[in-house]
């Protein structure tokens, strides 16, 4: 009498998306920036962080903040679903998400109690809410077709490297990160002026960390138009060489490429029509800008095809040029000019969002870049090829 055979072994647990958790990091710490922004003037002002919480109803408030808030947590909830899955799933993953979108929301609201300028509101409480409800649904609808095996898990994995899931994340929010004003295009990480800010109001008489880097005359045109040449060309090229180490042989790199510097100039001119004016909708189209949006394809299509290894550290060399040009030029007396007609309004929570991207983008992507998963990823392409 044969011996049985054996139990087939147990199908391997399915992993979750480290870029749904990726994502859902960077997206809790642009709401937290939105919502406390601009992060000035603490104070206690004696009531309860939980007074808000009254059911009395808001006398000031619009269609249009309404709208806001519920499309501002949207893709919280859905992040939420995309970050249990498979762990959670259906409807609990769609309970839980909104349990969370509740409570950081609440959370959201009662810091705002201790800032003179934001004003915490149950309105906001119940639309955050239901925004986040509507997308944990979303979510959980489209979990399969995302992070099952469906056509577009396929083509991540066919076109990305497998340890590039940070990097996709940084990668899809560089277009992101143009919606906020900026003195030079791609000219992101500009801290100096920042922290001269904060110098100033700690210490009582003005500090200007980019003036005692630079002593002397001041800049001619010329040098204006150089060196925003310069910041146009790294931070581009930076920012694609970023995506292109990301990429496998099978994918196609000129379209990528094409696709996200595209995305990029219509966000920048769909905000500053917005934010401006529609005749200031290409108000970042200068002849410095141009040409280094020239310079920058001529680099971009040098090296497309490089090695990996050779692309990373070129990104990580054009970041750093880019954010010591950015940080150690005066702002464009034209662009001071040009801001004058910037009206936040109720983009107030909306811009300190974008602000916090356009501050922090060229340092997260060189710490990216800088990971040591890089190595892996490298040993993980040749054993696929072979």
Known sequence: MSAPLPAPPPPPAQA??????????????????ASWYPFSGWRASGIEPTTFLNLAGQRYWTWFDVLVNIVGYI????????ALHPRVRGAWAVLLAAVLGVLISGGMEAVQTYLPSRVPSNLDLVTNSLGCLVGAAVGALLARTFLDQGRLYQLRARWFAPHASQGLVLVALWPLAQIYPLGFLFGHGQVLPMISGWLTDFLGYSVDLVAMLRPGAAMTAQQFWLSETIITACGMTGAALTMLCLLRRAAPRALLVVCMLGAALLLKT????LLFSPDHALVWKTPGAEGGILIG??????????????????AVATLLLCLLVVNTVPVNPYFVATLQGWHQGKFLNFNGAAKFLSVTWSFLALWFL????HKLNRQAERVSLQ
Do not use: W
């Open 370 to 373: 800088l990971l040591p998963s």
């Open 16 to 33: 979750g998306s480290p870029v749904a958790r990726a994502a859902l990091f960077a997206y809790v710490l642009l709401i937290i920036y």
């Open 75 to 82: 893709p919280l909830g859905t992040l939420i679903v995309f």
């Open 270 to 273: 769909l905000a500053s029509s």
């Open 297 to 314: 394809a001529i680099m971009i299509a040098g090296l497309a095809f490089a090695p990996q290894q050779a692309q990373r550290r070129l």
